[in-house]
């Protein structure tokens, strides 16, 4: 019997989505059913065996999707395997050195006793949605920081750690 994963997922303008892409389709290649869907969109947590959660960071707070997410299924999500990831400084400091969870996140860790959270470098290119992203962009401190190796290992641990049970 295959493991199935969810990687759920807040973004506004795509680049943690494709982190969410990325983990999903290193775990399928551990051969676990997996599948990445933005957060809103998940009705219901019931059907997979483990779950992974992410968000952008926006002013020191999680994606508003992701909150939500993790809020509607708690009791689920405290139930199954839980791993957590943030992405959202526009520098390489999330490359160089573990990032602790924003406050938000760390509490959502407690109650749900996740196994793990991560902040991954973020990215923010030309036609961002949002005066805040539009500003940062005209002020040159966009780019894409996420390291995809640093990605790919993450998930790949994530997918050992499931496979090994």
């Not at 405290?78 to 999330?94: H, I, K, Q, T």
Request: positive net charge; charged residues 25%.
């Amino acid at each position: 019997m295959s493991t199935n994963v969810l990687v759920a997922y807040g973004t506004t303008n795509g680049s943690t989505a494709e982190i969410a892409e990325t983990i999903a389709e290193v775990l399928r290649t551990d051969g676990l059913t997996a599948e990445a869907l933005p957060a809103g969109a998940v009705a219901d947590v019931a059907a997979y065996d483990a779950v992974v959660v992410g968000g952008g960071l926006y002013a020191g707070h999680w994606h508003k999707d992701a909150r939500r997410f993790v809020r509607r299924h708690g009791k689920a999500l405290a139930e199954r395997p839980l791993w957590l990831f943030s992405s959202g400084p526009l520098d390489p400091s999330a490359s160089e050195r573990d990032i602790p969870p924003v406050p938000g996140v760390k509490k959502a860790m407690i109650r749900l006793d996740a196994r793990e959270h991560i902040t991954f470098g973020g990215c923010l290119r030309e036609g961002a949605k949002g005066w805040v992203a539009r500003m940062i962009l005209r002020n040159g401190r966009g780019g894409d920081f996420r390291d995809m190796e640093q990605i790919k290992a993450w998930a790949a641990r994530i997918g050992h750690e499931l496979t090994r049970v």
